[in-house]
Structures are given as C-alpha cells and as structure tokens.
C-alpha cells in the first residue's frame, strides 16, 4: 500500500534555528512529491519536486528529494515564529492526493 | 480570481440534520477534491471530481455524497450528521492531475455534530 510518513511528529525551536523535516515515501508509480504549509487555515502550496537530487529553494526554504532513498527533506533556516505551522507532505496517487499526518512546528521568540 | 471559496465558516448540527457544504471556484479547474482534517491529523480525501459529471469516492466517503453539475461548484452533502462527523473540511482543485499541478484550497468550514 502506497504511504507517506513524516518525521518528527512535532518540534520546537527557537528563532534562529536551521530545521530539517523529513517525508519518507513508499509509492509505486511515483511522479512528484508535493509540500504544503498549514497555519491556521488551509494548506498552502510550497514545493513540487519530482527529479532526484535538484533543490527547490524559495527564500529561507529549501526541499530536496531522493528517489533512490525514497525521502524528501524541507529545510527551513533562521527560523521565525510565523514559520510556526504544520508541514504537510504528499503525493499524488490515480487523481489524488495522499497527504501525511504532517509535522507540527512551533518557533518560540 | 477569489480562487476556492467554501461556504459556511462554521456549522453546528445536530446528531440525524442533514447539510451542504458549498464549495466553488473561479479558475477553471477540472479537478475537485473535498478532504476532511481531524484534530492533530491528516488531509483524508472523502471525494473527487475529474470535471464536470464525474465525481470518485476517496479513502473516507461513507456518510457523504456529492456532485458535480458544473465545472465551478462542487458541493459536499451530508444526510444523517454524526459525531464522528465532526471536523474540518477543506476543498480543493486543480487545473488537471494532482500529478503535475498543485491543488488550491479554500479556507474550510468548520463543522461540529452534537
């Protein structure tokens, strides 16, 4: 069965901190791997990856995905406390997404 | 564009009501998703729509149904309301296989079976 598990279940951090969330995958067929923000309202959009090894950077965030391991890394650096969300990973399955129980985060001041 | 909107924010039913959860966008995607988020969990999928007429169960669809008479509306209806039912639902779409599109959300309805 084709699944998605995120590592750790949650996190604490001060400002500053460089933190690195894990997504590893187990998915027949794969095509991309998808990573989506959630505050306190619905999921944004972050990153798509689907080719081995090339980082997708945007601003202090920056993923990762290797396909010969079958994980994918979200490194945040210098945290701040609006960074404070659950991470969510997912990956497309038929028309579907499946999406992980996610990783909560937490950056105090 | 106001890209995914849901209608309402909020709900409390009783245990047996029956409501529709409205869910429209304005972007012209094919695909349609409606998932449900419990408390410290996951997005689980209830349905999806491939456009216009065509709508698939997902991993959680009892209780629920739906239907999908235009390509911008997408609604959710519950007929026997149940605590288990208690949760936050999110829909989605996308331009076309979530495969090579990411998905838009709306910003949920959050909803209570007492």
């Known amino acids: 069965e084709d699944k998605v598990v995120q590592s750790p279940l949650s996190l604490v951090v001060h400002e500053g901190d460089t933190v690195t969330l894990n997504c590893s995958y187990e998915?027949?067929?794969?095509?991309?791997l998808l990573w989506y923000k959630q505050e306190k309202k619905a999921p944004t959009f972050l990153f798509m990856l689907t080719s081995s090894g090339i980082e997708k950077k945007s601003g202090r965030l920056s993923s990762i995905l290797d396909k010969k391991e079958l994980f994918s890394i979200l490194n945040i650096t210098a945290t701040q406390t609006g960074d404070s969300a659950v991470y969510l990973c997912?990956?497309?399955?038929?028309?579907?997404?499946?999406f992980g129980a996610g990783t909560i985060l937490r950056v105090k001041s | 564009n106001a890209g995914v909107t849901q209608t309402p924010k909020f709900r409390i039913l009783k245990i047996g009501q029956s409501m529709t959860l409205q869910c429209t966008q304005d972007m012209n995607h094919n695909y349609m998703y409606w998932y449900r988020q419990d408390p410290g969990m996951g997005l689980k999928l209830i349905y999806y729509?491939?456009?216009?007429?065509?709508?698939d169960k997902g991993e959680v669809p009892n209780g629920y149904n739906v239907s999908r008479s235009t390509t911008e509306d997408f609604p959710l209806r519950l007929e026997l309301a149940a605590p288990s039912q208690t949760s936050v639902y999110f829909c989605a779409s996308s331009y076309s296989s979530s495969g090579g599109n990411e998905q838009f959300f709306g910003p949920g309805t959050r909803l209570t079976v007492l």
């Open positions: 729509s491939v456009g216009a007429g065509i709508t």
């Open positions: 997912a990956f497309p399955y038929g028309n579907k997404l499946v």
């Open positions: 998915v027949t067929n794969f095509r991309s």
